[in-house]
């Protein structure tokens, strides 16, 4: 064993080394998120969810410093990641929409210009009818509405924020001159 550690003394040390960069980065990242979702007012389901985001960052990350640190021969590691890559490649092909969702979904938590319970207005002339909703959830793939009529409409968080969305104030009046919801 001591022969071991002889042999691979600076792998082991910055491996270690690397391992309390990250518990750090972790820890610090982590407080940053929650105090910026306590401060801002978000839900607590939203920030745990970008904390997960952040935990999948850091060991994608830790991953990639073992792998240099322990001098990997990348020609198989190649082998092996251009077949995993292809195959991932392929299903984020099919399913593109998802990850646009999921990056506007992290998107909508740093920049929160919207909080659950604020009454909006999208200015799509896609949506039929009604264009006046209640936000009653920020969820990872899109965003629950409700109407006027009391529906449950789900709104993708790419399609949120590539539409122009109009906070309304409690004394806003519908479009129709009817009182505001």
């Known amino acids: 064993m001591n022969e071991l550690f002889t042999n691979y003394q600076t792998q082991v040390l ?5 391992l309390g960069i990250l518990i750090i980065t972790r820890f ?12 801002s007012d978000l839900n607590d389901i939203r920030t745990r969810l970008i904390l997960k985001y952040v935990a ?3 060991g994608v990350f830790m991953v990639s410093a073992l792998v240099l640190i322990w001098g ?14 292809a195959v991932i490649g392929v ?10 969702n999921i990056t506007a979904g992290v998107i909508l938590f740093f920049s929160f210009p919207f909080k659950i319970g604020d009454h909006i207005r999208i200015l799509d ?6 264009n006046e909703f209640w ?16 529906e449950l409409v789900t709104y993708p968080n790419n399609l949120f924020l590539q539409k122009a969305v109009r906070l309304l104030q409690p004394d806003d009046a519908d479009s129709d001159g009817s009182d505001a919801l």
């Open 125 to 130: 002339k896609e949506l039929e009818g009604i």
């Open 14 to 18: 910055t491996t270690l080394l690397a």
């Open 91 to 100: 299903a984020l092909f099919a399913s593109w929409s998802i990850l646009s």
């Open 72 to 85: 990997v021969n990348f020609r198989e590691v190649g082998l092996i990641l251009s077949s995993v890559f």
């Open 56 to 58: 999948i960052g850091h």
């Open 28 to 39: 610090l990242s982590s407080k940053a998120i929650r105090k910026v979702g306590q401060i």
């Open 135 to 150: 936000i009653e959830d920020i969820r990872a793939y899109h965003v629950h509405l409700r109407d006027p009529q009391g």
